[in-house]
């Protein structure tokens, strides 16, 4: 090369590889083709340093020929010539002459070379990257190991705690029931004596030992005779008997609220002040035959004991609550329903006081035993009770007073009187009479107010919960665990398309339906979490795609207590779109509390989620024929609409 141009030198034939001899003697094409400087910039621009190329020739221009001397001058044609770092395979090296094989070789060989140190330093390094991913993999496993390791350990010893929890939780039952069975066999044994001497009432012994055919005397139409045992009918039949009372509901409310009955979850009615949340409650109870408490909960309501009532170890007895005294005349009318109404829920922080009850109804498999107090001062009246009967009786055999002597025949019989306060070791200062009222009032108490007792299977706990600023919010722990009713504002319902469509029964709407506790449905396990169901299919998908992204647990739990209610909502006649829309409603959007602007783990705001989630709900629920309190769609698209004026956040129970 000299300035900017050059020459090819040592020419070979592209497709023979043979040497190229000049055409003549007196040519001098052997002494190299003249490259132009352009071809030979674009050439060293694109390759670097060249010692082979290869390119096609042309004739140089008649001047250049006759300025060299030279009539088969040629020059490189433009845009032909290419670096050449292999041998073409049509080439035989060993058909090349002279030092040409040699030194292609050579080139090949260094070509060769150098793409094995460029291919080596690649390998290399994606050598050493995967060797540092493995470190860093064999660490974070070790690390999972450790952690599972002692998750295993944890989990081994919190199986043995909970193992010798229910042991010792099932020593004290088995305890209890005997002590029970052997005061009421004591009772049983001794009972009409008992009421002779008048250490229990009549109606005590009714209430502890009942009347095995239980007689119903409650008024109303038969369920199954009257209205064939049909849900639908029934929840139309109801909205005819409220509406006679001024009571107004829409038939789609009752049919929500009969099936979550059905489900025997606990239920929380939310809404307005004056939405008829607390009224609903009493007047289905009314028009079903049931009976209804209202427990008014107090701000400062903090355990259990506000729930239930408590012992008090000086006067030796359990003083109820409201709530208490309701359960245990549900379990003496095992037949009738009862409502139990919580009202105004969460004036206190539900989790402090209803925490204990609430892991108690999580049995399902099973009714669940509430224990009050210590099961020794029953274990203590039963035995003095005892003996008091047996010194009465030695006391009347010796002054010959018969089986049917009443207390007031012993107290006017001097020596009868006289032999009993020396049997049972009285001084001066002891009375015959304070010894009976003490006895008769420990056993009234304990029948009444039983140290422990069954759940009674025949009532539903219904909370009615004022959404404002005044109240707490309902925890994730106890929105997990319930169903939330969400009441709108009644002034917003047409009222004259709901009196158009009541039904006209050839029945008396004054009267009730004569509802037993069993026809309403009884506490059964969820139905198994199955995948080939599409709503449980479609529940799980809508969970792991948007809920989980946005924060939001909905377990197996909650999509089994979902699979049940769309069960039992169906028999209410709900089409399957708007049972799967009140699932929402009930279970998922009460736990979307979200910010908008913040990012999910996908990089996506949590807003667009929200906005795609909603299309989801309007794909597969299709409502055009369902009628139904209010759209999980529509809500769900008010809740994004009002974030912009809740700080960014978008939440079911903002207003």
Request: hydrophobic share 40%; with cysteine.
């Amino acid at each position: 090369m000299e300035g900017g141009y050059g020459f090819l030198r040592d020419l070979h034939h592209p497709k023979s590889g043979r040497r190229l001899p000049a055409p003549s003697q007196n040519s001098r094409v052997h002494e190299g083709i003249f490259i132009p400087p352009q071809e030979l910039q674009r050439l060293l621009t694109r390759s670097g340093d060249v010692e082979y190329a290869i390119a096609a020739l042309e004739c140089s221009p008649r001047e250049r020929r006759q300025e060299r001397d030279d009539p088969l001058a040629c020059s490189v044609r433009a845009g032909t010539m290419l670096p050449l770092d292999r041998v073409p395979k049509e080439w035989g090296v060993h058909q090349m002459e002279g030092n040409s094989a040699v030194l292609l070789t050579d080139l090949a060989r260094r070509a060769i070379d150098a793409q094995l140190r460029r291919d080596t330093s690649a390998a290399q390094d994606d050598l050493n990257n995967v060797r540092a991913q493995l470190a860093e993999a064999k660490t974070t496993e070790e690390t999972l190991a450790e952690a599972i390791a002692q998750l295993e350990r944890q989990l081994r010893e919190g199986g043995a705690k909970v193992d010798a929890i229910d042991a010792c939780a099932a020593k004290r039952r088995a305890e209890l029931d005997k002590k029970l069975t052997e005061l009421e066999a004591l009772i049983k044994a001794k009972g009409e004596r008992m009421v002779a001497l008048r250490l229990i009432d009549p109606a005590d012994m009714t209430r502890l030992f009942p009347s095995e055919t239980e007689v119903d005397e409650r008024s109303g139409h038969d369920f199954s005779e009257d209205l064939g045992a049909n849900w639908k009918q029934l929840a139309s039949y109801v909205q005819s008997y409220l509406w006679r009372r001024g009571m107004h509901y829409t038939s789609a409310q009752l049919q929500d609220y009969l099936a979550l009955l059905r489900t025997n979850d606990l239920i929380v009615l939310a809404g307005d002040s004056g939405s008829g949340k607390t009224s609903l409650v009493k007047s289905v109870a009314e028009a079903l035959g049931g009976k209804c408490t209202v427990v008014p909960v107090k701000p400062n309501w903090t355990s259990s004991e506000d729930l239930l009532g408590y012992y008090n170890p000086i006067e030796k007895r359990f003083h109820p609550t409201q709530f208490l005294s309701a359960l245990l005349e549900a379990s003496r009318n095992p037949g009738v329903p009862h409502f139990i109404c919580l009202d105004e829920m969460n004036l206190a922080r539900v989790e402090y006081y209803f925490a204990d009850f609430l892991s108690l109804l999580e049995s399902r498999d099973s009714l669940p035993w509430i224990h009050l107090y210590s099961t020794d001062e029953e274990q203590q009246t039963a035995l003095d009770n005892r003996l008091f009967l047996t010194l009465e009786q030695e006391a009347r055999s010796r002054t010959g007073l018969g089986q049917d002597a009443t207390l007031e025949d012993i107290l006017l019989n001097d020596e009868a009187s006289h032999q009993l306060r020396k049997l049972a070791g009285f001084q001066e200062s002891d009375t015959l009479l304070s010894h009976h009222a003490r006895l008769r009032r420990s056993v009234s108490t304990l029948i009444r107010i039983p140290p422990g007792f069954r759940y009674p299977s025949n009532v539903w706990i219904i909370g009615a919960i004022n959404v404002d600023e005044t109240t707490h919010y309902l925890s994730p722990k106890i929105l997990d665990r319930v169903h939330v009713l969400r009441f709108l504002n009644p002034v917003l319902v047409d009222w004259q398309e709901e009196e158009n469509s009541l039904v006209d029964f050839d029945l008396d709407t004054t009267l009730p339906v004569r509802m037993r506790a069993t026809d309403l449905g009884v506490r059964a396990s969820y139905p198994p979490f199955d995948r080939s169901q599409s709503e449980v299919a479609w529940l799980a998908h809508l969970s792991s795609k948007f809920l989980d992204p946005l924060g939001v647990e909905f377990g197996l739990r909650a999509i089994r207590q979902s699979a049940h209610y769309l069960e039992k909502a169906q028999d209410c006649g709900l089409g399957p779109a708007a049972a799967l829309n009140n699932v929402l409603m009930h279970k998922v959007l009460p736990k979307l509390v979200v910010d908008v602007a913040r990012t999910a783990p996908s990089g996506e705001k949590r807003g667009d989620l929200l906005r795609r989630m909603a299309e989801s709900i309007e794909e597969k629920l299709q409502l055009e024929g369902d009628q139904v309190t209010d759209g999980a769609n529509e809500r769900l698209e008010q809740m994004r609409v009002r974030a912009e004026a809740n700080h960014g956040i978008a939440s079911f129970w903002a207003r």
